[in-house]
């Protein structure tokens, strides 16, 4: 069935013990579509500036993402840079240029209103309302957020809320939003403000996927060769959603083994720089990884 993503479109420059990229393809809705395309054809929202080099958008055309959504503005595309230390865990923050980003309200085309899932990925929770509004009913909506939302647009994320099936987000967000330190109660609580399903990233460590019948533990994949963590929450999302697009609905089952594939998504992902590594692999390298995956967590 369709996805529609809602995001950023971007170009990074990445530092970590492992290298540099300089000026490479980046964004929210980059990785998240990427990894999606795995299962579903991807409809993607977005802006560039002028300077959009047009081989990345070439790039994106390859797959099977549908680019009708993707805006052009005169000036500069969003860019940020960063650095990643030792562990990798948090990435530090060396520049952002918002440009052309800054002052984007996104537009949905027509053709992508009757879209039956929709991602609404990290950012200004006043914009995904406007999203919303312009979506006729889709069957499964689900979305991102970050602390800065959180601490400055709470009321708006509060009403994204009551408007989604699916929230995804992190353990630290998870417990800045609800002051629950555990978080099946940070889970819960976040449920009783509007989500059916909440699904709590928790890094290399997994995630916690809550639904209305309970909860489960999904692991990381101890993936042995991380290069550079940028996106892997992206593209976690985009393997989750792909899937349960593929699948059609969204019963505990297939939010399951949804998880799983934004599992594996992401864990190929960390392996090279932007989308690098996503680049290089096809069905049969996810299938190969996941029944891996498989015989690690057996008991």
């Keep these: 069935m369709p996805l529609l993503v809602v995001g950023s479109v971007g170009i990074d420059t990445v530092e970590t013990p492992h290298g540099k990229a300089e000026e490479v393809l980046g964004g929210s809705a980059v990785y998240f579509s990427w990894a999606a395309t795995f299962f579903t054809p991807v409809r993607l929202v977005s802006v560039v500036g002028s300077d959009f080099p047009h081989h990345y958008r070439s790039i994106l055309q390859a797959k099977n993402i549908d680019m009708r959504g993707l805006e052009v503005m005169e000036g500069k595309t969003f860019r940020w840079s960063g650095r990643y230390k030792d562990t990798m865990h948090v990435a530090e923050t060396l520049s952002v240029d918002l440009n052309v980003f800054g002052k984007y309200v996104p537009r ?11 991602f609404l990925a990290n950012g200004l929770p006043s914009l995904q309302l406007k999203v919303l509004d312009q979506m006729n009913e889709p069957d499964f909506v689900a979305a991102d957020t970050m602390n800065h939302w959180i601490t400055e647009s709470k009321p708006e994320l509060l009403e ?5 099936d699916a929230f995804i987000l992190n353990d ?5 939003l609800t002051g629950e330190h555990n978080l099946i109660k940070a889970a819960k ?6 989500p059916s399903y ?4 928790k890094g290399e460590h ?3 996927v809550v639904t209305e019948e309970g909860f489960c533990l999904v692991p990381g994949y101890p993936t042995e060769h991380v290069k550079d963590p940028t996106g892997a929450g992206d593209s976690f999302a985009g393997g989750t959603m792909g899937y349960l697009a593929k699948m059609g609905n969204a019963s505990t089952e297939n939010l399951r083994q949804a998880v799983v594939y934004g599992t594996i998504l992401a864990s190929f992902n960390v392996e090279g720089f932007s ?10 390298d996810v299938e190969a990884r996941r029944r891996q995956f498989a015989s690690m967590v057996r008991f």
């Design 108 to 118: 949905v085309p027509e053709p992508f209103r009757d879209s039956r899932f929709v």
């Design 160 to 164: 994204v809320l009551k408007r989604i």
């Design 172 to 176: 630290g967000e998870a417990r800045q």
């Design 189 to 194: 609580s976040l449920q009783k403000l509007g």
């Design 198 to 201: 909440v699904i709590i990233k």
């Design 206 to 208: 997994g995630s916690l």
């Design 275 to 284: 989308i690098e590594r996503l680049q290089q692999i096809n069905m049969a």
